[in-house]
């Protein structure tokens, strides 16, 4: 499904031609197994082993344990898009957020970060931070207050 787009372009009073292929649908991967991508054959080759393995090597109890889920991981991986992505890029971003530290402390630095002077790095700034106390009213009563102020202007 390529086309053959032509241009012409003007070169001392004589028009060359140049002709090339543009690939279309390269989003589409190609079906290379019957109906599987190759992709799809892959996993399911591997769900499908690792299934009849367990099966035949091990009790049904270890089957059913091992060769059950793998199988399905293996069918989700093949077929199951999550937002329309492959289902091998939602498992790989939900095991890298799990593994990550997601706990995040800001802190404060210093204006200059990096100064003529000194180019190592900087340490923040350790001060501790006391918030006020919260007055009595809160937004209810400044709202309040706001809308009696715009209603005496209007007067």
Known sequence: ??????????????????????PQFIEIEDKIFGPFTWKQFVYLCGGIGVAAVTFLAFPI???????????????????YP???RPFSIFMESFFSFYKS?????????????????NHTSVEPDTQKVVAQPRKTGGINSLARQLELNALQKKE
């Not at 499904?1 to 543009?22: I, N, W």
């Open 1 to 22: 499904m390529y086309t053959t787009p032509t241009y012409a372009l003007p070169d001392a009073g004589y028009t060359t031609v140049m002709r090339f292929e543009v």
């Open 61 to 79: 109890f270890i089957f059913i344990l091992i060769g059950i889920p793998a199988s399905a991981v293996a069918f989700l991986l093949a077929f």
């Open 82 to 84: 999550v937002n329309n």
């Open 101 to 117: 530290n997601r706990v995040y402390h800001w802190r404060k630095r210093k204006q200059n970060m990096y100064s003529a002077e």
